[in-house]
C-alpha cells in the first residue's frame, strides 16, 4: 500500500511538472513566498535598528536639556518606541494598523502613532505582501489551481475506475494525492521554515517559532485535504474548481469580515469624539492642576499647613504648586487609566469575538495564531500601551518632585515678573536623569503558547472534521 501511495503521489507531479499551469503556479508560490520573507526580513531589521537608535536618541534629547522650569519638561515630553518582535518578519499583526510609537507627556495619555496602514495609500489597505498574508489568503488559492483537478480528472478520463479495478483502494489513492499536495506545501514552508529559524538566531524562542511554523503546516493541511475532497466528491473539473473557489472567497474574504463585523455589532465601543469628551466631562471635576489656588485643593493645602504646623504656603519647607502638580497629575492619570483600560477591555472582547469565528473558517482561526506566537496580537499592543504609560506617569511625577523639592515656592510664582525671576525659576540639568530605559519585548514563550491554544484547537478540529469526511466520502466512492 506504501508502494502505490508514494506511486500516485510520484504521477501527481508527473503530471504537474508537464503541464503549463501548474508548474507556472508553483513556481510563482515559491517565489512569491521566498521573495516576501527576505522582503520583510530587511524591512524589519532595519525598523529594529531605527526604532531602537531613535529611542537611544529621544533619551539622550531628553537628558541634554539645558536648565528649566521643572514643568516645562513636562511637557517637553518622551518619545516611547516599540522595536519589533523577531517573528514579526512574519506577521506584523496589528503593529501596521496601530502604530510603533507613543509621545508621552503630562496631562494626557496619547495613541500610538506612525501605524503603516494610516501611512500607506489605499491599495496597501487591501493587504501588504508580507509572508503572514501570501501564506493566509493567496497560498490556499494557488493550491485550488494546482490540485483542484486531482481526483476529478482521473474520474473524468476514466482512469480512476481502472485504478480502483486493479484492487487499489480510493483511500490510497486518496492519500496518495494529499501525499503530492504536501510535498508543495513542503516546498513553499522552506523559505518560512528558514525565516523563523533566523528569528531564533535573533532571539526567538524555539518553542514559539516551532508552533508558529506547525500553526501554518496544519493550516495549509487543512486547504489540501479541503482540495482534494472536493476533486473526489465532483465528477467535473469545473465543479470542483467553481466549489473550491466558493469556498475560498467564503473563508479567506467574507466569513473573516463577517466576523469582525459581528465583533463590532456585538462589542460596541464609543468613538473617539464621545470618548474624548467624556474624559474631558472627568477631568474637569478634578481641578485644574496648574493653578495652585483652585478650590479641588483647599483641602491638600490644609493638611500640608497642618503637617508641617504653619500659617500660609509660603512657609512650606516644599513648593506648593508642585505639589499639586503632583496630585492632580495622579488623580488626572487614574481617570485616564481607568477610560484607557475600558476601551482596552473593549477592543479584546471584539478581538475574542472575532477569533469564535475560527470554528467556521480556517483563516480566522491561522490569523489569530499567527498574530499571537508572532507577539504582534491585540494582547501585545495593550502590553505596549500599559508599559508606555507607567513610563510617562513616573518620569512626570519624578519631574514634579524636582519641583517640589529643587524650587522656591516664592521664585516660583514670580518667574513671570522679569527675565531675571525667570531665570531663578529654573532648576539645573543635572535633575533631568529621571527616565528609565525603556524596551519593549514580546510575551514569554508559554504566555504566547497559552493565548493560542483555542486558535490550535480550531484547526485540529477542521483537520479532523475533513478526515471524516473524507473517509465518508471514500466509502461511497468506493
Known amino acids: 500500500m506504501k508502494s502505490q501511495i508514494i506511486a500516485i503521489a510520484k504521477d501527481e507531479w508527473r503530471y504537474w511538472l508537464r503541464s503549463k499551469l501548474a508548474l507556472a503556479v508553483l513556481t510563482l508560490g515559491i517565489l512569491l513566498t521566498i521573495s516576501s ?19 537611544n536618541e529621544a533619551e539622550q534629547s531628553f ?127 522552506v523559505p518560512v521554515l528558514l525565516s523563523a529559524l533566523f528569528t531564533v538566531v535573533q532571539g526567538e524562542s524555539l518553542l514559539t517559532a516551532t508552533s508558529f511554523i506547525f500553526g501554518y503546516f496544519a493550516y495549509l493541511v487543512v486547504w489540501i485535504i479541503m482540495i482534494v475532497l472536493c476533486s473526489c466528491i465532483m465528477s467535473k473539473n469545473s465543479e470542483s474548481f467553481s466549489a473550491l473557489m466558493f469556498a475560498w472567497i467564503l473563508f479567506c474574504i467574507i466569513v473573516p469580515r463577517v466576523a469582525s463585523t459581528t465583533a463590532a455589532i456585538a462589542v460596541p465601543s464609543a468613538g473617539k469624539l464621545e470618548s474624548d469628551f467624556a474624559v474631558i466631562a472627568q477631568l474637569r471635576k478634578l481641578g485644574d492642576g496648574h493653578n495652585a489656588n483652585d478650590p479641588a485643593f483647599a483641602k491638600l493645602k ?9 500659617d500660609s504656603i509660603e512657609e512650606l519647607p516644599v513648593n506648593f504648586r508642585g505639589t499639586v502638580a503632583k496630585k492632580s497629575e495622579a488623580e488626572l492619570t487614574k481617570v485616564l487609566n481607568e477610560f484607557a483600560e475600558q476601551r482596552m477591555t473593549e477592543e479584546l ?102 493565548y493560542s491554544f483555542w486558535a490550535f484547537l480550531q484547526l485540529f478540529m477542521w483537520i479532523a472534521v475533513l478526515l471524516v469526511l473524507a473517509i465518508f466520502v471514500g466509502r461511497r466512492a468506493q
Open 302 to 310: 490644609a493638611n500640608l499647613l497642618a503637617q508641617y504646623n504653619v
Open 349 to 450: 472582547a471584539q478581538s475574542q469575538v472575532s477569533r469564535r469565528f475560527g470554528w467556521l473558517s480556517p483563516v480566522v482561526a491561522i490569523r489569530s495564531l499567527s498574530m499571537i506566537l508572532a507577539g504582534t496580537s491585540i494582547e501585545t499592543h495593550h502590553r505596549f500601551l500599559r508599559e508606555t504609560e507607567a513610563l510617562r506617569f513616573e518620569f512626570v511625577q519624578a519631574l514634579n518632585q524636582v519641583h517640589i523639592d529643587k524650587l522656591n515656592y516664592q521664585d516660583d510664582m514670580n518667574r513671570n515678573v522679569d527675565k531675571e525671576a525667570s531665570n531663578q525659576a529654573r532648576v539645573s540639568a543635572q535633575n533631568w536623569q529621571v527616565l528609565q530605559d525603556f524596551n519593549f519585548t514580546a510575551d514569554a514563550a508559554d504566555t504566547r503558547l497559552q
Open 37 to 55: 520573507v527576505v522582503v520583510t526580513t530587511v524591512k524589519t531589521m532595519e525598523l529594529n535598528h531605527q526604532r531602537s537608535e531613535l529611542q
Open 63 to 189: 537628558t541634554d536639556q539645558p536648565d528649566r522650569h521643572p514643568h516645562r519638561m513636562v511637557h517637553y515630553g518622551h518619545y516611547a518606541f516599540r522595536t519589533p518582535t523577531p517573528l514579526s518578519q512574519l506577521d506584523p499583526g496589528v503593529d501596521a494598523f496601530t502604530g510603533n510609537s507613543i509621545f508621552l507627556e503630562g496631562h494626557r495619555q496619547n495613541s500610538a502613532m506612525f501605524a503603516d496602514q494610516r501611512q500607506g495609500t489605499a491599495l496597501t489597505k487591501l493587504g501588504s505582501l508580507d509572508p503572514a498574508f501570501i501564506i493566509q489568503i493567496l497560498i490556499p488559492l494557488l493550491l485550488i489551481l494546482i490540485g483542484f483537478s486531482s481526483v476529478s480528472r482521473e474520474r473524468e478520463s476514466q482512469t480512476l475506475t481502472f485504478i480502483l479495478s486493479q484492487g487499489v483502494s480510493i483511500y490510497t489513492v486518496i492519500t496518495g494525492k494529499l501525499v503530492a499536495m504536501l510535498a508543495v506545501i513542503g516546498l513553499i514552508l
